[in-house]
């Protein structure tokens, strides 16, 4: 089946520890995106890549840093600089080419700073 | 810089009846897209329905409409026949029309609730 998977589905990490989320699609698609979503808001775009070996800051790239070597990849690091990392991370995918802008979202994963 | 904005933080409406969720957004693009997506308990982000700006006509989609007002900077969502399915927060987003960035800026949410 086509479509996005994150994971882990929960992660707990340590004040000062580096964590990996991973953001894997199979759609063929140009462009991802990281978005951080806190209680009671709305979506923050953390970082996007249009295309392979290329990516952007959005709005609150600080603390975080991704990479994009494939085409399906495009995991997302959330480091110790980040100062408030608990929060739920939802991955998005586009095809940038297409008739259509339309983002389609993971199923997300929930980082908890224990 | 774009703006969204959704004034009804929570709503809830009858099994079989019609809801209307609001959305205004600040923009001084000409061309862009808008966005209706809702989010169940599990979480998962799911389209409900899109408008490109340039298209006079309303987008549909099964029991889901919108009232596009351009002018206005309005974007609404209509649900006819609720069911207990539609219960989720949902969020009004804008894009600018493709260019070197894609992003999408969201509202801050509507949680609906539908009542057997």
């Known amino acids: 089946d086509g479509g996005i998977t994150q994971s882990p589905k929960y992660l707990f990490r340590k004040e000062g520890q580096n964590v990996t989320l991973s953001c894997e699609q199979n759609l063929n698609h140009d462009a991802m995106y990281w978005y951080r979503q806190d209680p009671g808001q709305g979506l923050r775009l953390i970082y996007y890549?249009?295309?392979?070996?290329?990516?952007q800051k959005g709005d609150i790239a600080e603390g975080y840093s991704v990479s994009r070597e494939k085409k399906e990849s495009f995991p997302l690091t959330v480091t110790s600089a980040q100062k408030n990392p608990t929060a739920f991370y939802l991955c998005?995918?586009?095809?940038?080419?297409?008739?259509?802008?339309?983002?389609?979202f993971g199923p997300g994963t929930r980082l908890t700073v224990l | 810089a774009q703006t969204v904005t959704q004034s009804q933080p929570e709503m809830s409406v009858q099994e079989a009846e019609t809801v209307t969720l609001s959305c205004t957004y600040d923009t001084s693009e000409n061309n862009y897209y808008l966005f209706w997506y809702k989010q169940p308990p599990s979480r998962q982000m799911i389209l409900v329905i899109r408008?490109?700006?340039?298209?006079?006509q309303n987008a549909t989609e099964n029991r889901f409409s919108v009232n596009f007002q351009k002018a206005a900077k309005s974007f609404s969502l209509k649900i006819s026949d609720s069911q207990l399915g539609d219960t989720a927060m949902y969020f009004c987003?804008?894009?600018?029309?493709?260019?070197?960035?894609?992003?999408?800026?969201f509202g801050s949410g509507t949680q609906l609730t539908v009542l057997p």
């Open positions: 408008q490109e700006a340039y298209k006079q």
């Open positions: 987003a804008f894009m600018k029309q493709p260019g070197s960035a894609r992003q999408l800026t």
């Open positions: 998005a995918s586009s095809d940038r080419g297409g008739s259509t802008d339309t983002q389609y």
């Open positions: 890549s249009q295309i392979v070996n290329d990516f």
